[in-house]
């Protein structure tokens, strides 16, 4: 993010010089940086706790549906894998053989908690394809302030994790 911000802002100033403005080398390359490869890689180059819920969400579903859909169900599956996500199933059914996928992935630190969600369905008539790729970012932050995409009321709001349970008196 921290990048991005750095090419606008010369960009910018190059743009209102009223000569002309040599551009350093290291923003050069910052700029000719591709796009990520993997989901693993996505989510390494996201600001997770302090970027804008919304932007962080529309990124998410482009990465995912990029990334996901070309290479069919089973390689979309085994990617979302490969990034730390756990998977669940629907049912097969004779209309559907290749049931929808739920996948979840959740990461904490000590002033947020993330969950992503992916829902991967693919089409009953050409098995291995990936027909939709529905996903979903949910962030916990201490306070409501930074919570997405609604203010939840949780434990981590306190500060303090729930207190230890107390092991029964003997009788």
Do not use: K
Request: proline content about 9%.
């Amino acid at each position: 993010m921290r990048r991005v911000l750095m090419i606008l802002m010369t960009a910018g100033l190059v743009a209102c010089a009223p000569e002309a403005v040599e551009v350093p080398a290291e923003v050069v390359e910052v700029a000719e940086v591709a796009a990520p490869a993997t989901l693993d890689e996505f989510h390494a180059s996201m600001d997770w706790q302090a970027g804008p819920g919304e932007t962080l969400e529309a990124d998410c579903a482009n990465a995912v549906h990029t990334l996901l859909r070309p290479g069919g169900r089973a390689a979309a599956l085994s990617a979302l894998q490969a990034a730390g996500y756990e998977c669940i199933y629907g049912e097969a059914h004779e209309d559907y053989p290749e049931p929808a996928a739920q996948c979840t992935r959740s990461f904490a630190t000590r002033a947020c908690q993330f969950d992503w969600e992916v829902f991967v369905t693919s089409d009953p008539a050409r098995p291995d394809s990936v027909e939709t790729t529905d996903s979903s970012f949910r962030r916990d932050c201490v306070g409501t302030a930074d919570d997405w995409p609604d203010a939840m009321e949780s434990a981590i709001d306190d500060q303090l994790a729930p207190p230890p349970a107390l092991e029964p008196e003997p009788v």
